[in-house]
């Protein structure tokens, strides 16, 4: 007899059993149980022609052949079931995720403090009572009635590249709203990764394919929202101390930038990053890159940045050339006419991205792309050092993840990879707008421009700048042997030595000097929680607990011992 496919729906998913219209009906169950979840209850199994009608029990199927049952190439039958309880099951403190799109409410995580504000407001941009309103002050119309913040005009007469994160976010639950009564996450992630555990009845990728495994065809397109609007140094002196070490030697350096996250007035619903201090972790510089090295004490210094608030936000790197002129210029090599990144950087920032999700309630999975971004200190067209930060797409971070694109010679341009084992690569294209203003499609293959995955940022320093560190006092910059900057003893000593009370309190609050200071191990963990209370609430009783301790004390004579 010839094969036939029979399609199960459960609230499992959907599967197909490739079974023949004379095998008894017991081998279709006996697949068909292998795909559900390990907790049925077999003798609960109900199967049925309709999802609105109970069913009848799987059990009075057997003994009949799939032609005695009627069933014919490409039938549906709807299963449900009741699940099995282990009685010595230990349940988890840890909610799970539902994986289904449709959910009876948003996805229980911890969102940031600055997502969970303003998700709680509107955004509506107000508007002036114009000369077209004919209404009296309390009144409203067409004219002045607030905007949404995702508002194409609005954006366009204030320049704005790219809407907020909530904006968007905000718009698409608005197509969501009549879905009737279901709750839809109006958030998801793109996935392009093939499933190489497909259960529809073939055999995995590469010998077997089918529309249920393969990722569909991708069209690129500009991003249209960003998760971070701006990027704020909170002082001057933080880039200025960077930049230092390829003003002294020539070799490029590269920074974790170390910050919390804000609102951004200037965009509705917006979020800044604040960067207050970046933190150069141990690598080997070179005149045309950075070669990172192992970081051993990464996770104790973001442990130190999250008693004080902070965390890694993006990175930073160089990418200088000096001008030759002995003026302080710099060549400018990125400009629209070359490239802002370059492919290798954008998939390096895409990883980053992927290794720093952003949590949101909005997505099934309880994720959704990242706020980390990545600041590249370059060359202007005037010959300024200026730094230039970007975010790559969601599309971007699915492209790296499912390993379908790579580097190539042109910087400009991203390498579309081949099919393999593991790998299967969609049709792709990407749309743009041509010189008559029409919108085309191209064939991405083999290679596409870089800009398709770009979102870039705003970025500056605040007019009047209230860093949580000193920028008065220059502390030895971390693993820059290389410039004959050591972190020691002595550095400690010469640091804190001299000075009166209020320059001895300002010096504590210097993020590098804290990172050294927390590496020696020589105070205990109380009077290093008085450092990051004192430089938290710049309470002066912690300061008095923190140099009365005995740990302090120890550091004193230790110091003096060594100096």
Not at 118 to 128: N, T, V, Y
Not at 302 to 327: H, M
Request: aromatic share 10%; net charge negative; proline share 6%.
């Amino acid at each position: 007899m010839a094969s036939i496919i029979l399609r199960f729906r459960s609230k499992d998913g959907m599967f197909r059993i490739n079974t023949s219209s004379d095998s008894d009906f017991v081998s279709v169950l006996e697949q068909l149980l292998t795909k559900l979840s390990s907790a049925v209850n077999s003798q609960s199994l109900l199967l049925s022609n309709s999802p609105s009608q109970k069913g009848e029990p799987a059990k009075g199927y057997c003994g009949k052949t799939v032609q005695e049952l009627g069933l014919k190439n490409g039938d549906m039958l709807f299963v449900s079931y009741e699940t099995a309880i282990d009685p010595n099951a230990v349940p988890t403190s840890t909610p799970t995720v539902p994986i289904t799109t449709t959910n009876l409410g948003p996805t229980k995580v911890q969102e940031l403090p600055i997502d969970i504000a303003l998700d709680k407001q509107e955004g509506l941009i107000a508007r002036p009572l114009s000369s077209m309103c004919r209404h009296g002050a309390r009144g409203m119309c067409e004219y002045c009635a607030p905007l949404p913040p995702w508002d194409e005009n609005y954006r366009s007469e204030h320049a704005i590249k790219h809407i907020s994160f909530h904006a968007y976010l905000k718009q698409q639950a608005e197509k969501h709203k009549n879905n009737g009564g279901s709750y839809i996450a109006p958030l998801e992630e793109p996935d392009y990764k093939i499933d190489l555990h497909c259960q529809q009845g073939h055999q995995p990728y590469p010998k077997g394919i089918c529309s249920k495994c393969q990722p569909s065809p991708i069209t690129l397109q500009q991003q249209k929202f960003r998760m971070v609007d701006h990027v704020e140094f909170a002082d001057s002196s933080i880039l200025n101390e960077f930049l230092n070490g390829w003003r002294s030697t020539g070799v490029q350096r590269f920074g974790y930038l170390y910050g919390r996250y804000e609102a951004f007035d200037k965009v509705p619903l917006g979020i800044k990053a604040v960067v207050e201090s970046i933190y150069e972790p141990p690598q080997v510089g070179e005149f045309d890159g950075v070669t990172l090295l192992n970081w051993d004490d990464e996770q104790q210094i973001d442990a130190i940045a999250s008693k004080l608030g902070l965390t890694k936000v993006g990175i930073a790197y160089t990418d200088l050339t000096d001008s030759g002129r002995k003026d302080g210029t710099v060549l400018c090599k990125r400009h629209k006419d070359s490239y802002f990144l370059t492919n290798l950087e954008c998939i390096m920032a895409a990883r980053f991205q992927h290794k720093y999700p952003n949590v949101t309630k909005y997505t099934s999975s309880g994720k959704f792309s990242s706020k980390f971004v990545t600041c590249v200190v370059s060359g202007g067209l005037l010959g300024e050092i200026e730094p230039r930060s970007y975010q790559v797409s969601t599309g971007a971070e699915a492209l790296v993840e499912a390993d379908i694109i790579t580097g190539c010679t042109q910087p400009s341009m991203v390498y579309v990879n081949e099919n393999s084992s593991t790998r299967y690569v969609p049709d792709i294209q990407y749309s743009k707008i041509n010189e008559y203003g029409l919108e085309v499609k191209s064939n991405a293959k083999p290679t596409f421009p870089v800009d398709f995955l770009l979102v870039s940022l705003t970025d500056s320093f605040p007019v009047d700048p209230t860093p949580m560190f000193t920028s008065e006092y220059h502390y030895t910059i971390e693993n820059r042997e290389f410039m004959g900057d050591v972190q020691d003893l002595s550095t400690v000593y010469k640091y804190l030595n001299g000075g009166d009370y209020e320059v001895r309190k300002a010096k504590l609050c210097n993020f590098h000097f804290l990172c050294h200071l927390a590496r020696l191990n020589i105070l205990g963990p109380q009077e290093m929680e008085s450092i990051f209370k004192f430089i938290v609430d710049k309470n002066e009783d912690d300061y008095i607990r923190l140099v009365e301790s005995p740990g302090w004390m120890s550091l004193i004579t230790i110091l003096e011992e060594n100096k």
